[in-house]
């Protein structure tokens, strides 16, 4: 049974960092693409950061580049994403998933629970 748990977020002041963990379990890690996806109250589920199966390569969003650092240590089957200098605007519950693209396409397994950042003073 595909497993994704998400953990690390909690309540920041802005410009404060978070590190989120996304523990995988009930499939091969190693031969996924992996994605963190955010969604804030009201607003669709939207793709921050991407990284490839050998975690060679990375992609972000324009509204996290430079900010998030996602990783992944695929001894550990787990998924990291870094957040540093956090805005009010990142205020969401945020999602791992796997996928067979980098980018593109539909994510592969059904969502886990996610876990909630709010960025607030």
């Known amino acids: 049974q595909v497993q994704l748990v998400e953990s690390g977020g909690g309540l920041v002041q802005p410009g404060g960092s978070l590190r989120l963990s996304c523990a995988a379990s009930g499939f091969t890690l190693s031969n996924y693409h992996m994605r963190w996806y955010r969604q804030a109250p009201a607003k669709e589920r939207e793709l921050v950061a991407v990284?490839?199966?050998?975690?060679?390569?990375?992609m972000y969003a324009d509204s996290v580049k430079g900010r998030f650092t996602i990783s992944r240590d695929n001894r550990k089957n787990t998924v990291y994403l870094q957040m540093n200098s956090l805005k009010p605007e990142d205020t969401a519950v945020y999602y791992c998933?796997?996928?067979?693209?980098?980018?593109?396409?539909?994510?592969?397994?059904?969502w886990g629970q996610g876990t909630q950042v709010t960025v607030s003073s």
């Open positions: 990284i490839s199966s050998t975690g060679g390569t990375t």
């Open positions: 998933n796997a996928a067979l693209q980098l980018w593109d396409g539909v994510p592969r397994w059904s």
